[in-house]
């Protein structure tokens, strides 16, 4: 993840040290803030909701990790980046919205989201890889439709999703469970 003060201003950026101003139960994050650092709202389980700005384009590693409050979640479309284990370990996730913007699913992205049911990615996707354990022990996931510009998926991508039975594949491929 690169560092972020190379890329924006300070004043466009969400740090662990300036995160406080924004931690409501429904979060709204000001249209001007470009990117947030690593860890920057982890562990804040009051956190419901989360309003992100359009024009929102990276979200460091860890940033919302462990926000076990946050049972929703829907990206901007001008996402580009987002760090490994952005959103891991928050225990009321259940339903995703990824914009066709993101490239790539990083290591331990939803890991150990247990409720998560649902992933949806909207538009004429980018995404091509799907990394280790982005979605480990998704307990809740019973299906999933890949877009078709996925090329590559790790091993251990969905590894422990219990529930998980079916997968479209990229290019109208299907897999079922055996």
Do not use: W
């Amino acid at each position: 993840m690169p560092n972020y003060t190379t890329s924006f201003s300070n004043d466009r950026i969400i740090t662990r040290k300036n995160a406080c101003q924004y931690i409501h139960t429904n979060t709204l994050i000001p249209s001007y803030i470009r990117g947030i650092a690593s860890e920057a709202f982890q562990s804040k389980s009051m956190i419901k909701t989360i309003q992100f700005p359009a024009e929102l384009s990276r979200i460091g590693a860890r940033a919302f990790r462990n926000c076990n409050g946050l049972t929703d979640l829907s990206l901007p479309n001008q996402m580009q980046e987002i760090g490994s284990g952005a959103f891991a370990d928050c225990s009321s996730m259940r339903r995703v919205t990824l914009p066709a913007s993101v490239s790539e699913l990083p290591k331990d992205l939803f890991s150990e989201n247990t409720k998560l049911k649902s992933v949806e990615f909207h538009g004429q996707d980018q995404l091509h890889t799907i990394r280790k354990n982005a979605f480990f022990r998704c307990q809740s996931l019973t299906s999933l439709i890949l877009p078709e510009s996925v090329t590559t998926i790790d091993d251990r991508a969905f590894y422990r999703c219990k529930s998980l039975d079916h997968i479209s594949l990229p290019g109208g491929g299907k897999r079922d469970r055996q």
